[in-house]
């Protein structure tokens, strides 16, 4: 099974530049997340999904945006990056349930310089 | 709010020392409870979890027992490996309006010495 699947793995963007990280699960997974991992630092909730169609904001969500079009995918848009998104990205998911736990991808290193 | 703490590292321990990484957790009702293992550079990976109250979560030489009366789920082994070197994260999900936004707990890092 493949899981959480994350591209890029890693990335360098300018200030002002945007992108999307991707995230795929095959896991047919009600539920989704992102966090961002900074250095030495635990992970922080950025934005979550219940089901396709449904999104709402976690602790950080500011600079960026999410959409939930499929159960599979849940990209992570940044439009004007800033140095202080420098980060390690981590999309999870798992199944409706406080019982189960999160699958994560491989994370995507961003640096904005 | 709900939340979960975390003992504070980094511990440092001697190869086949015995490993205590305490987690208490506040929330509505009896959450789910969780650790999670990240190695250098990857993901991090659920290593055990209990659902309710006396339950108790282990793997690969690890376990934590559910503790409702004292609201925790402290993690224990044994006799640590290097192997064991990575960062543990405690997490708790509750139902209602906290699901999805309960974070995680803040890690501990471990490193463990030949």
């Known amino acids: 099974n493949a899981g959480v699947t994350q591209t890029p793995k890693f990335r360098i963007l300018k200030i002002g530049q945007s992108m999307t990280l991707q995230c795929t699960q095959d896991m047919n997974h009600n539920y989704m997340y992102w966090y961002r991992q900074d250095p030495g630092m635990g992970l922080k909730l950025i934005y979550y999904?219940?089901?396709?169609?449904?999104?709402d904001k976690g602790e950080v969500p500011n600079g960026y945006n999410v959409s939930r079009s499929t159960t599979e995918d849940f990209p992570l848009r940044l439009e004007l990056a800033a140095p202080s998104q420098t980060s390690v990205y981590f999309c999870?998911?798992?199944?409706?349930?406080?019982?189960?736990?999160?699958?994560f991808g491989s994370g995507t290193r961003l640096t904005v310089v | 709010g709900d939340s979960v703490t975390q003992m504070e590292g980094p511990v440092t321990l001697s190869e086949e020392a015995f490993l205590t990484i305490n987690c208490t957790y506040t929330?509505?009702?009896?959450?789910?409870l969780f650790w999670y293992v990240q190695y250098p550079g990857e993901g991090l990976q659920l290593l055990l979890k209990a659902t309710k109250a006396d339950d108790k979560g282990s793997n690969k030489g690890f376990e934590a027992t559910y503790r409702k009366e004292t609201t925790s789920f402290h993690l224990e082994k044994g006799s640590v490996q290097v192997s064991d070197s990575a960062v543990y994260f405690c997490k708790a999900n509750a139902g209602g309006t906290s699901y999805g936004k309960l974070t995680f707990g803040q890690g501990t890092i471990l490193t463990v010495h030949p």
């Open positions: 999870a998911s798992n199944q409706q349930g406080t019982n189960y736990g999160y699958t």
């Open positions: 929330a509505t009702g009896y959450p789910s």
């Open positions: 999904s219940v089901g396709a169609g449904i999104t």
